[in-house]
């Protein structure tokens, strides 16, 4: 139950929250196309979200292996410095509480009074060690993290649509599908050399307080004959304002060695 706990809530990670700040389009406003891949990988960078503190609630309905799950999740961002998810089970059961720092890695389980606080090198155990945190945060609010794409192994295709961004880098090929508006759309994740690939795609991007924000996202995660798939729907959110990180563990939780 504990791998179980660690894995869904490690799901939840990678697809808990998506924005970005930029002057919201309207229907037919599409944005001027760059013409040279630098021009590209510059806008992609402008446009990524600029934010202080993020925080929101989402309703999620997530399969791991043949078992179902729905929770609420919510979440709270401190850029560059924390990571906070706690995740609500049925009658309002806090099942488990997450807090990650560039440093660290802890997670409560509160159903089974049990913690673990490892360094954060633990999420190596779900992911390939090309993934940062800053890599971590950027997948979280839906950014193209432009240190991956500083690779000369990168390939761009552009159409009247969309833009195809594909390339490698630390043994991590990467594949961002991006609208017209220089949003990305959808992501992929694949280890080279083995069978694990995480693939997201975001979708229901609204005005939120002047955010295009999509509020709905897919999630399916491939790898050592596990699979976990979630749907995540926000319906709150809330950017740059004050929040709060709690994570104490009370003196009778048993850590996990």
Known sequence: ??????????????????????????????????TTE????????????DFHTFSGRAKAKLQVGEESHNATVNVR???????????????????????????????????????????????????????????LQDILVGNMTVDMLRTDQLQVATSSDDVQVIGIKDGLTFHYGVNNKNRPFTFNLIELGKNQKLETTYSDFADISGYNFPQRFTLNIEGAGDRVSADILYNKSEFNSAIETPFNVPSRYKEIK
């Not at 021009?39 to 990524?48: F, S």
């Not at 410095?81 to 995740?87: A, L, T």
Request: hydrophobic share 45%.
């Open 1 to 34: 139950m504990w791998t179980k706990l660690g894995y869904l809530v490690i799901t939840v990670l990678i697809i808990a929250s998506c924005a970005s700040k930029k002057r919201v389009a309207k229907k037919d406003d599409v944005l001027p196309r760059a």
């Open 38 to 49: 630098a021009e590209l990988l510059k806008n992609y960078e402008l446009n990524n979200l």
């Open 77 to 135: 961002m401190d850029r560059d410095k924390s990571i906070w998810i706690s995740v609500t089970a049925l009658l309002g059961v806090e099942a488990a509480r997450v807090l990650i720092t560039p440093d660290s890695v802890k997670i409560m389980n509160k159903l089974r009074g049990e913690y673990i606080a490892k360094p954060f090198s633990y999420i190596y155990n779900y992911t390939n060690k090309g993934v940062s945190f800053r890599m």
